[in-house]
């Protein structure tokens, strides 16, 4: 057979279980849809249960593919119970997909942060981005490789940002005639973490048939207003936000064996905003 003819099956995630922390979220929520169009099956880890069993109840209406499960990324028990209750469901877990993170623009409880400057930003702000950001992809990686390790094989994606690889321009957040408002310190400073995160699992697990590699989106559009929308759009070369559903295929290629000599790599998909 001809790798034409292979190209297909390269994609498939048929018999393979992907965990997805954030699951529940905007870009989560895609990921878990991909999942289980690739034939997957999918355990929506979010700290939001109520959103989690939402999801899980619309992806399992034709067959029983998708689990729901609360986790708090940033405790080791609740890591490890996770990881528990998905075994208990699955023979093994192929995937891990650590999108859980805090951002202001989708968490109301935190949007109020974007009006801190540095000189003033809050430490408590600071110290729970971290925990969340990092030190949750970090208990969730060493949560599953156990598995993988004993399975001889497994796959991670951190899902990184265009602002891990470059800084925010503060300029797109001000708002004609309001206060200034800013992409906070926090964010740039997980994000570029996670990629050193990446590099270094990636080169750990050496010869140990576990690939590790980030996804980088730019600029997803939820509702933004119209003068955000904008000033990013002038920023990227395509001239426009991304939809929700544009980071679905690169998160497809990652998780599944078309990308099977790809690992401690980044794959950024951002419209172009990197590339001025």
């Known amino acids: 057979m001809t790798a034409k003819a292979n190209l297909p099956n390269q ?7 992907a965990v997805i922390t954030g699951g529940a979220g905007l870009l989560g929520s895609e990921f878990c849809r991909t999942i289980v169009a690739a034939g997957g099956k999918v355990v929506i880890a ?3 249960e109520r959103a989690a069993s939402e999801l899980a109840a619309e992806l399992s209406l034709d067959h029983d593919r998708a ?9 080791k028990i609740s890591v490890d119970g996770m990881i528990e209750a998905a075994l208990s469901n699955n023979d093994r877990i192929d995937i891990l997909v650590n999108s859980a993170a805090i951002d202001p623009k989708f968490d109301p409880d935190h949007a ?9 930003f809050p430490l408590d702000a600071w110290d729970e981005a971290l925990r969340v950001n990092l030190t949750g992809t970090f208990l969730c990686a060493q949560a599953v490789v156990e598995t993988m390790l004993e399975q001889r094989g497994g796959v991670i994606i951190n899902i990184c940002s265009t602002y891990g690889l470059v800084g ?14 800013y992409k906070p310190v926090y964010y740039t400073v997980t994000k570029a973490g996670i990629l050193g995160f990446t590099r270094y699992l990636a080169t750990y697990y050496a010869g140990k048939n ?3 590699n980030a996804l980088s989106p730019g600029g997803v559009f939820a509702d933004h207003d119209d003068e955000f929308v904008a000033q990013y759009s002038a920023r990227t070369v395509l001239g426009r936000m991304a939809r ?27 419209g172009g905003w990197t590339a001025w």
């Open 11 to 17: 994609f498939s995630l048929a018999g393979r279980c």
């Open 46 to 48: 979010d700290i939001n």
């Open 67 to 75: 689990q729901a499960i609360q986790v708090d990324v940033t405790s």
């Open 112 to 120: 109020s942060e974007a009006a801190n400057a540095f000189e003033d």
């Open 168 to 181: 925010p321009d503060q300029r797109i957040y001000k708002r004609t005639g309001q206060p200034m408002r």
């Open 210 to 212: 576990i690939r590790v």
């Open 244 to 270: 929700k559903d544009e980071l679905n295929g690169a998160l497809l290629f990652l998780a599944s064996d078309a990308s099977s000599y790809m690992t401690g790599a980044n794959l950024v998909v951002d």
